[in-house]
């Protein structure tokens, strides 16, 4: 049996509907930011947080963006919800444009594309119980009326583990019983995609599986999720499809149930115990981890030194494999 196919996979557990249009349609995405030095008179400089990402979700799919910190994954998934609007490149929602929208266009959309914060404490208000947080939730933006709203929120707390502590203030809850009262507002509202922002960040091992049930096992079925994370372990178990990203790009793009990561960079990611994840400065031309890389030797170093490399196809049958690397997936107008 293949790990596709085990029955408690993310494969068996949420079907893909891979000729569907997607939920998220993202092509050639760019995000540049000016920073000021400390002074007045410092220079300002561009800083290139994402540069040419491009990928999809499909109903029912659960994409991790991984990466360390400042690989641009979340500065992505906040372009994805319309917090951050691109440089250059577009956003698709559903098939309609996303990116460039004017907000009182995009007002009326909102509700369907839900983000789960991963400051929980920070997202609740210290005076509201958790029934409470869901009700206002749903009457202020699902439309309820009161009476349907209670109703509503207490069967999704009672879904997430939290039917006796509807009355409980988030000061009382344990990290992973707030973490829960945001997905259930979150979830209340049968929401067609979720990005979620490293929702388990600072819980032990047991907490997290249990937030990462809550979410994923409750997303409506044909829902997409993009989830933030720097967990390797939570990505193999609960994504369909992993993007690794490095200085703004994404280097490679697998699913952990057919492939494992080839990439020299992503391969330390998913098992930190082979080398150091490298601390130094990465290149700022050709390919970013150019300077700590023992593939980029003999005359293969001066290409990627100067070219960057770009997503192509790795060959070893895995349908969605991509990876940048002059060394294993060469650019097939280059060969
Ligand atoms: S492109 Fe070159 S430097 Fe970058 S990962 Fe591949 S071999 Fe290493």
């Given at each position: 049996m293949?790990?596709?196919?085990?029955?408690?996979?993310?494969?068996?557990?949420?079907?893909?509907?891979?000729?569907?249009?997607?939920?998220?349609?993202?092509?050639?995405?760019?995000?540049?930011?000016?920073?000021?030095?400390?002074?007045?008179?410092?220079?300002?400089?561009?800083?290139?947080?994402?540069?040419?990402?491009?990928?999809?979700?499909?109903?029912?799919?659960?994409v991790a963006l991984v990466g360390q910190s400042g690989s641009g994954k979340t500065t992505v998934s906040r372009i994805v919800l319309g917090l951050e609007e691109p440089t250059r490149g577009e956003v698709r929602l559903e098939g309609q444009p996303w990116s460039g929208v004017a907000e009182s266009a995009r007002r009326g959309r909102r509700v369907h594309y839900q983000?789960?914060?991963?400051?929980?404490?920070?997202?609740?208000?210290?005076?509201?119980?958790?029934?409470?947080?869901?009700?206002?939730?749903?009457?202020?933006?699902?439309?309820?009326?009161?009476?349907?709203?209670?109703?509503?929120?207490?069967?999704?707390?009672d879904r997430l583990g939290l039917g006796a502590r509807l009355h409980a203030l988030p000061r009382e809850m344990s990290g992973g019983e707030q973490r829960r009262v945001t997905l259930a507002r979150v979830l209340a509202l049968d929401p067609r995609l979720v990005v979620a922002d490293e929702p388990t960040s600072g819980l032990d091992p047991d907490r997290r599986e249990s937030v990462l049930e809550a979410l994923i096992g409750n997303l409506p079925p044909d829902a997409g999720c993009i989830?933030?994370?720097?967990?390797?372990?939570?990505?193999?178990?609960w994504c369909h499809r992993v993007l690794a990203m490095l200085a703004g790009r994404v280097i490679e793009e697998v699913d952990l149930a057919v492939a494992e990561p080839v990439h020299p960079y992503a391969r330390i990611l998913f098992d930190p115990w082979s080398a150091p994840v490298p601390r130094g400065p990465l290149a700022t031309s050709g390919c970013?981890?150019?300077p700590d890389c023992a593939l980029a030797v003999d005359g293969l170093e001066l290409r990627c030194r100067a070219d960057v490399p770009s997503l192509n196809p790795f060959p070893d049958g895995g349908p969605a494999h991509r990876v940048a690397c002059h060394a294993l997936a060469p650019d097939p107008q280059s060969s």
């Amino acid at each position: 049996m293949t790990a596709s196919t085990r029955p408690d996979s993310i494969h068996a557990r949420r079907p893909v509907d891979r000729d569907a249009r997607p939920i998220v349609d993202i092509r050639g995405l760019h995000k540049t930011f000016h920073q000021q030095g400390p002074w007045p008179w410092s220079p300002r400089r561009e800083v290139l947080a994402v540069q040419g990402v491009e990928f999809t979700v499909q109903p029912g799919e659960v994409v991790a963006l991984v990466g360390q910190s400042g690989s641009g994954k979340t500065t992505v998934s906040r372009i994805v919800l319309g917090l951050e609007e691109p440089t250059r490149g577009e956003v698709r929602l559903e098939g309609q444009p996303w990116s460039g929208v004017a907000e009182s266009a995009r007002r009326g959309r909102r509700v369907h594309y839900q983000y789960v914060p991963q400051d929980a404490m920070g997202a609740l208000d210290p005076q509201q119980t958790a029934h409470e947080h869901v009700i206002e939730t749903l009457t202020v933006l699902g439309g309820l009326s009161s009476a349907e709203a209670r109703d509503k929120a207490g069967e999704m707390l009672d879904r997430l583990g939290l039917g006796a502590r509807l009355h409980a203030l988030p000061r009382e809850m344990s990290g992973g019983e707030q973490r829960r009262v945001t997905l259930a507002r979150v979830l209340a509202l049968d929401p067609r995609l979720v990005v979620a922002d490293e929702p388990t960040s600072g819980l032990d091992p047991d907490r997290r599986e249990s937030v990462l049930e809550a979410l994923i096992g409750n997303l409506p079925p044909d829902a997409g999720c993009i989830l933030v994370t720097h967990d390797m372990t939570e990505a193999r178990g609960w994504c369909h499809r992993v993007l690794a990203m490095l200085a703004g790009r994404v280097i490679e793009e697998v699913d952990l149930a057919v492939a494992e990561p080839v990439h020299p960079y992503a391969r330390i990611l998913f098992d930190p115990w082979s080398a150091p994840v490298p601390r130094g400065p990465l290149a700022t031309s050709g390919c970013p981890f150019c300077p700590d890389c023992a593939l980029a030797v003999d005359g293969l170093e001066l290409r990627c030194r100067a070219d960057v490399p770009s997503l192509n196809p790795f060959p070893d049958g895995g349908p969605a494999h991509r990876v940048a690397c002059h060394a294993l997936a060469p650019d097939p107008q280059s060969s």
